[in-house]
């Protein structure tokens, strides 16, 4: 019973990761110097997943090909490779251009020198364990180094994102480090997975098959929106001050054509457009992003984002009370809010209480 449970598994595993590396692969990214980067990755991580599946087929079809030693010696070389290339992945996605092909190529070139090394030793020392050991040790190192540089271009891509946006854009970011964690812990797990219990290794083997679907349909939704990210993230540096930096000459004509602009850009109800930047407002407004901050910061009681969002919520509010039947999502949506968190985030803080409690009150009241 468990055999055939088993033979299911890797079957199933074979079958899922290979199609999904095919798709992968046949996913067009247009091509242009600043998506470089986003097109070597998608062949990564294609090659990722023909990867994964090489174990399983050979498993499947040639009857247990490797025998245990070599399972032992080359599973953990294997989860270092897969972290690599995920890592890459991960970086991409947040800064599509922030690393270079002398880097990728001279960081490959250390990873494989050391696997090479790992291996020579392996098959030549009685003691092979003792390597293997002296290998996850490396290995740990490696994620180490992995999740503070991620944590790192994490923090910078997101700064980027709200900067440019003027927006909460953790949400939108948040399935990156879910993503990023879960194939970090998995590649861990794998590292070890030539111990495992045979029942535990069906169900690890059932979990991350679920995990890599998962991951290649969203990564794919990425690329399908990456001129978001791309418009935030890929643009040349811009020597803007910051908020605590703006030197701007007040003129008096231009506050005042700046808030009638602003005045009649709510009446048209600007303010619920997302994914549009603070830069494009400002044009839209007759002005440009320095003397908007500007403005704001002299002349109002708080910033920009803070402002529209409560402009955001109000409209939320006239909504639910006009459409009770219509969904949160949808109502979040019809108001500028590209995250669902987000507007339940900013709704209760300047409502005291959820978009459900609001329409549930506004029904008892009726």
Known sequence: MYQDLYSSVTFAQIIVLVVLGIVLLNFRIRVEKKTFNLRLAKGFLALSYFMLAVPAFIEYFFDGGFNRMWVEIFTPPGASIQSMFFTFTFLTILQPISMSRKQILLHAALIFGVIILYLLAAFNLQQYHWVIYIFLAAYFCQLVFYVRLFKKKYAVSIKQLEDYYDEDEQGRLRWVKISFYAAL??????????????????????????????????????????????????????????????????????????????????????????????????????????????????????????????????????????????????????????????????????????????????????
């Open 185 to 366: 812990s998995l590649g861990i797990i794998a590292s070890v997975s030539a111990y495992f219990p045979f029942k535990f290794y069906v169900v690890f083997v059932m979990i991350y098959i679920i995990f890599y679907a998962w991951f290649a349909i969203r990564f794919i939704n990425f690329l399908s929106n990456f001129d978001f990210y791309l418009s935030a993230t890929a643009r040349e540096p811009e020597q803007i001050p910051s908020e605590s930096e703006i030197l701007v000459d007040m003129d008096a004509e231009r506050e005042k054509q700046l808030k009638k602009s602003l005045e009649q850009w709510v009446l048209d109800g600007g303010y619920t457009k997302g994914d549009i930047s603070t830069e494009e407002i400002a044009k839209v407004l007759g002005t440009d992003l320095l003397f908007l901050r500007s403005y704001f910061r002299n002349n109002m009681p708080c910033d920009f984002r803070t402002w529209r969002n409560e402009l955001r919520i109000r409209k939320a509010q006239e909504v639910i009370s006009e459409n009770p039947e219509i969904s949160i999502n949808q109502i979040a949506q019809q108001v500028g809010f590209v995250t669902q968190s987000n507007f339940y985030l900013y709704f209760k803080k300047i409502t005291g209480c959820s978009p459900t409690d609001f329409r549930d009150n506004k029904a008892v009241r009726k």
